[in-house]
């Protein structure tokens, strides 16, 4: 079955044989909710703490910034156009949101997806969620045009994560941070 775009299941089922039956059991579910436009201040304020708890921005200028209409104006707009729009989405299991993503597919180039930011809300890290959710946003975009997937962090703890996944390091981006990618 196929689901509507905008809500995808990722399960991974772990099968077990019992006296030779072979028996399906489900150890987790993620699910892929996308948000709309007109619902997007929830994300902003989860997005902003984020940013802040997990040390990404410190100084009160880029805290405007981010904040602020000319950074949110131009992603939601980017949300609304017609080829190579940006996505946000939360990532839910078991009803909960446990986390969140943004990123942008670029169909009309070679389908490379870029991932703005990723995040698992912290008090469900730790226990396999983000490469769980991570796997959930792959099969997600693979069916929106993704062929490979590019991002940048600077990060020890994020850097290690992402290779985890797959990413190897590709040079730098114009603001000197290191660029990530998985093919």
């Given amino acids: 079955m196929r689901l509507p775009r905008g809500f995808l299941e990722m399960r991974n089922d772990v099968c077990t044989s019992i006296s030779g039956v072979r028996k399906s059991m489900q150890d987790d579910m993620i699910q892929i909710e996308e948000i709309k436009t007109d619902e997007l201040a929830g994300f902003w304020d989860s997005h902003i703490k984020y940013l802040v708890d997990d040390d990404i921005i410190a100084d009160q200028e880029d805290i405007e910034y981010f904040s602020g209409r000319e950074y949110r104006g131009i992603l939601e707009a980017h949300m609304i156009r017609s080829l190579d729009k940006h996505h946000m989405v939360y990532f839910i299991r078991e009803g909960e949101r446990i986390g969140a993503a943004s990123f942008c597919t670029y169909q009309s180039e070679d389908g490379k997806c870029f991932i703005l930011d990723y995040w698992v809300f912290p008090e469900h890290r730790g226990n396999g969620a983000g490469h769980l959710c991570f796997e959930a946003l ?5 069916e929106d045009g993704a062929n490979y997937y590019e991002l940048n962090s600077e990060k020890e703890d994020s850097i290690r994560f992402w290779k985890s996944l797959g ?11 290191l660029l990530m990618i998985k093919k």
Wanted: hydrophobic share 20%; glycine share 6%.
């Fill in 138 to 142: 792959e099969q997600y975009t693979k």
């Fill in 167 to 177: 990413f190897v390091e590709n040079g730098r981006d114009e603001y000197d941070m």
